[in-house]
């Protein structure tokens, strides 16, 4: 099978398929409220929400870098508190992250194996590694979001 292909599955599977860790993040958020991805179980947490903008803004980030757009990453690292915690501006959330593993899948769709060892000039790191990266950030968000959605 072709590395761009295990790649599209690996984000496939951490997004609305079966991953091995047996959760993805489409069936994890699809029950959830705005009041509950909103909510804070203590100030120095994270919401549910504000780590699936976090995810949204990396994932995007990362997309670009592996099209050679540097990219700043900014210091509050894609945290920011949210402001219209309505039900609708949660949905749009969700389309937002929709919206950015269709982006993935078209790029991956037209991605050569040979872009995949291209360096990003900013950390030396490999297309392959930030794509990887990718993968494993949703995984490890992802994990926060199943406690959170717990109420840890």
Do not use: C
């Not at 009041?35 to 976090?54: C, D, L, M, T």
């Not at 900014?74 to 389309?95: C, G, H, L, R």
């Amino acid at each position: 099978m072709q590395e761009t292909k295990r790649i599209t599955k690996l984000l496939v599977d951490i997004y609305n398929g079966s991953p091995w860790i047996d959760v993805n993040l489409a069936g994890t958020l699809k029950h959830i409220t705005a009041g509950v991805a909103a909510r804070k179980i203590s100030p120095q947490w994270n919401s549910i929400w504000e780590i699936v903008n976090h995810l949204i803004s990396w994932r995007l980030n990362v997309l670009q870098r592996i099209q050679d757009k540097v990219i700043a990453t900014p210091a509050n690292n894609y945290f920011a508190p949210i402001e219209d915690v309505s039900e609708e501006a949660w949905q749009e959330t969700m389309k937002k992250l929709g919206d950015s593993q269709q982006q993935w899948m078209q790029l991956l769709k037209k991605f050569k194996k040979k872009d995949l060892e291209k360096n990003y000039p900013s950390n030396g790191m490999s297309y392959y590694e930030h794509i990887q990266g990718i993968i494993q950030h949703d995984a490890y968000h992802l994990g926060q979001i199943v406690l959170l959605a717990k109420g840890f």
